[in-house]
C-alpha cells in the first residue's frame, strides 16, 4: 500500500559527498516519521538519521553535523546529504518510513537498499 523509491548513492572518495533521496507512494494518509538507516558488511541495521512531520530530527551521534536530513511533507519525499564521508559510512542505505494509509492502518515501510562506498 506504500513503496518507497530510493535514489543517490554510490562510489566517493574519503571527504566528498552524495545525496540520498526517497519518495513514498501509494495510499497514503500521512507519513508521521521518514528516516534512513544503514547496514553495514557483517553489523546490524542502525538508524543514520530520522525527521518528523514537525520537522523534529534524530541523527546518530556518528553522523551529526555531516548528515543533515530534510523532508518535503507535500511531496512525501526524504534527502540525506551526505557530507565529509569517511570510509566507515559505506553500507547499503535504507529508507524508511512509518505511515498511516488510507483505511487507517499504521505500517512501517522499508525500500530495498542503496549502496553507499566512501573508498579512494
Known amino acids: 500500500q506504500v513503496q518507497l523509491v530510493e535514489s543517490g548513492g554510490g562510489l566517493v572518495q574519503p571527504g566528498g559527498s552524495l545525496r540520498l533521496s526517497c519518495a513514498a507512494s501509494?495510499?497514503?494518509?500521512?507519513?508521521?516519521?521518514m528516516g534512513w538507516y544503514r547496514q553495514a558488511p557483517g553489523k546490524q541495521r542502525e538508524l543514520v538519521a530520522t525527521?518528523?512531520?514537525?520537522?523534529?530530527?534524530n541523527y546518530a551521534d556518528s553522523v551529526k553535523g555531516r548528515f543533515p536530513i530534510s523532508r518535503d511533507n507535500a511531496k512525501n519525499t526524504v534527502t540525506l546529504q551526505m557530507n565529509s564521508l569517511k570510509p566507515e559510512d559505506t553500507a547499503v542505505y535504507y529508507c524508511?518510513?512509518?505511515?498511516?494509509?488510507?483505511?487507517?492502518?499504521?505500517?512501517?515501510?522499508w525500500g530495498q537498499g542503496t549502496l553507499v562506498t566512501v573508498s579512494s
Open positions: 501509494g495510499s497514503i494518509y500521512t507519513i508521521n516519521a
Open positions: 525527521i518528523t512531520s514537525g520537522g523534529n530530527t
Open positions: 524508511n518510513a512509518k505511515a498511516v494509509v488510507l483505511s487507517g492502518r499504521y505500517l512501517e515501510v
